[in-house]
């Protein structure tokens, strides 16, 4: 039996959101974060210039993954058990579309141009492609068993997908969308980060609490144990940091990309999950599902700065800040 995408075991919180009306601001300020809490079907709007909860959007059934496009103007939230994908305007913080797909849409990744949206369904074993002009689905291609974290090569040409439950990892071309390769990777294979280069592809098997490294035609340069569940990863510090957000301990692992050794790990909030860097490259927010907040994390002084409350059963799974650089 295939194993529940949406997690809707919460621990129950209570929270009480202030909601502040935002004008609409230039792209190029500091970028909103949009955390999705699974738990009350809403998207809390982070404004990330001073750390604080500014809007909270209604969105579908157990929000899960998320993307953003580089200009933060539109956001794409996938519904697990709502089977749809909404979309968010950046600037207005509204919901403003929503459209049906597939039986567990979970993983989601948007490409450079903001053209295509890619969406990992958990139960159909399937990547699904999204037109974002029109809204629509225009392809989609089968992959591994329960396919989780997506990531987009930063020339938009490759996507790879982690098969959890087939233990691999596949790359995709884009224009064709044909399975280039797949490789065997660690166990239950579920966030994945790539380089600014494309040079490296880094994979959080859960099971296996390690993360491996892989070059971009997929061959494995290196493996990392890290801390009890990694989950999902994002990068710091010109790519020379790799922070590793361990589901079952409450800890985040900092790796060294040069080494790849752990250099510290840290106690954040319960249940880590998602993480995204902020445009300084060298804060990071990590979203704790049971305790409804986000970690602030310096990752150049290995410190918790800041702590930032959201909505119930907050997740974040994918790219939640804008990368405007």
Sequence with gaps: MKASCCFSNIATAVLVTVVVMVSVRPTWASPFAYITNQGDDTVSVIDTADGRVVDTVGVGSKPAGVAASRDGTRIYITNPEGKSLSVIDGQKQKLIASLSIGEGPLGIAIDSPGKKVYVADWYEDKVFVIDTDKLKITGSIAVGESP??????PDSTKIYVANRDSNSVSIIDAKELKILKTVKVGTHPFGLTVDKQGSRLYVANVVSNDVMVLDK?????????????????????????????NHEDDTVSVIDTVSLKVLATIDVGETPEGVSTLPDDRHVYVVNWFSNDVSVLDVKTSKVVGNIKTGEGSRGFGQFIPQTK
């Design 148 to 153: 989780s974290g997506l990531v987009v090569s």
């Design 217 to 245: 035609n997929l061959k494995v340069v290196g493996k990392i144990p890290v801390g009890d569940s990694p989950y999902a990863m994002s990068l710091a510090l010109g790519g020379t940091r790799l922070v590793v957000t």
